[in-house]
């Protein structure tokens, strides 16, 4: 893509960017998947069409597959009989009703060195898991369909995505993450077989099946990587962003967890960040296929600290600081780098709510996907997929 086509995309998405148009343009290349170009960067449905229907539910993801979305994302957590369904935690008191059908199996657990006071996946067999239903986690979104869906396993979302490919004719990628592993194989139930395994019964456990392994942690993927020929990406994870645009490590967003308990001093002296340098980028080329780095990795945002705090000032006046609050930065050249180590880029999470979306972009979510689309992203995140697709349409145009 041209500078000029950047430029002219970006303004007519009404953004008044305060980067250098040359910034804008630096990454910009087509996509390529299995070492073949590809003209449009992927759509991932994030927990499926999760800013419409509860995340991760059949419906959801055929929601996702209706708008068009290229892939449809499941989190992975195991019951207590070693069945793999979707959620997006081990601990499901905020997404399911399961203190209503079970109120008395809340208990202590402690994940990723965090204690959490819920319920959890692993104390439920798939049975008891059966009789819950999934509920909206986020309050400005639709309530209307709390109590409706029941909580699918992999196998069955694998099945939904083959039929969904067969009806409209090219396939409907699977792009699952393995939650928590190390959480998991402390407790005896291990993921990283079970998801093979399921891939090999949906008959997708080949390179060129559509299917991307991801995870926050090191150590699965590179087990991963001796045991199955999909494509892996590792996710790369902040806690936040400091008023002048620096990433911010801290709490379960410090590392991965693997690397906390692995008693290794060279690995205890990272953080996330390392995945972004080019050392950790050679790193992760020795066993991954991409990197799956959080927005402001790629178009870092600042705040305004009137008062020293260290905080976010409200600068809208509206009673809360979010990222209305805050402006872009230049782009850092992750993309172009990632690239040039053979990687691809697959950004999250993108959504439509102005809360959500930096002051620069005046409300529009589609001026964001302009921006990274003209970044060179090779895909997207999103929980909004058939927003993602008409701005990659629009994008892409002509």
Known sequence: MKLSRAAAVLAATACSFAIAPGAMALDSKPSWHDGHEQALPLVIAHRGASGYLPEHTLEAYALAIEQGADYIEP????????????????????TTDVETKFPGRKRIREVDGAPIDDFFAADFTLKEIRRLRAKQTMPERPQQYNGRF????????????KKAGR???R???VYPETKHPTFHAQLGLPLERRVVRALRRAGLNRRRAPVYIQSFEQSNLRFLDRITPVKLVQLVDAAGVSPDGSLVFEKASLRPYDWTVSGDPALMSRTYGFFATNAGLREV??????IGPWKPYIVPTTGTDANGDGAADDVTG????????????PPT?????????????????????????????????????????????????SDFPDTALAARDAFFAG
């Open 75 to 94: 989190d992975l957590v195991a019951t207590k009989d070693g069945r793999l369904i979707a959620r997006h935690e081990p601990n499901i008191g905020a």
């Open 150 to 161: 029941s909580i699918p396993t992999f196998d069955e979302i694998l099945a939904l995505a």
């Open 167 to 169: 009806k409209r004719g």
């Open 171 to 173: 396939p409907v990628g």
């Open 285 to 290: 080329a020795t066993y991954a296929d991409g």
């Open 318 to 329: 509206d009673g809360s600081v979010d990222d209305r609050d805050r402006e872009l930065a």
């Open 333 to 381: 050249s992750l993309v172009r780098r990632a690239h040039r180590r053979g990687l691809e880029v697959h950004v999250y999470t993108f959504r439509d709510e102005p809360k959500r979306l930096a002051s620069d972009y005046l409300g529009d979510p589609a001026a964001e996907y302009a921006l990274f689309f003209a970044l060179g992203v090779d895909g997207v995140f």
